[in-house]
Structures are given as C-alpha cells and as structure tokens.
C-alpha cells in the first residue's frame, strides 16, 4: 500500500503522514486509530514492534491466528497463568 492510498483509506492527508512518518510531526491517537482503520488492523498493531520484544512477537503471531483459535490460545494462557483449567 503505497502513502498515498493510506491517505485516502483514512482520511488523512499524504502530507501529514509524510511528516509523521520522517518523525517531523508527532503522531496522535485519531492518527493511530485511523491507519488502523485503513489497514484493517487494531491500534495495538500499528504502535508494536514485534521484532523488538517477546511479548509483542507472541502478539503478532496470535493476532495471525484465525478468531476461534484466538479464543481457544487465550483460555490456554489464561489457565497457564492462573493455574485453573481452561473454561
């Protein structure tokens, strides 16, 4: 997807995003949740680094996982974490 088309997929201006992202214009929440709303991702994708942090590896893969699946990862997690069985 080029700058261009992200612009228009939210109403955003090419320019704008051009300088947020040269780091010349900071980048706000309306911002955030506008990319994301172009890219058909959460806001949480568009803010992490998954290359930077284990936890945000372990995200990424999730968010790749299809919703049932999703659904059945957390309960694992949430049993592991807990130390109840999953529900």
């Known amino acids: 997807m080029s700058l261009q088309d992200l612009a228009e997929a939210g109403a955003m201006s090419k320019g704008h995003l051009s300088s947020v992202e040269q780091g010349l214009a900071a980048i706000t929440i309306e911002t955030v949740e506008r990319i994301a709303a172009a890219l ?5 994708c568009v803010v992490t680094f998954p290359e930077d942090d284990e936890l945000d ?5 999730a968010r790749k996982l299809p919703k ?3 659904r059945k990862l957390r309960k694992e997690l949430q049993a592991r974490t807990t130390h109840e069985p999953p529900t």
């Open 40 to 44: 058909g991702v959460s806001p949480f």
């Open 57 to 61: 590896r372990i995200a990424d893969l």
């Open 68 to 70: 049932g699946e999703r």
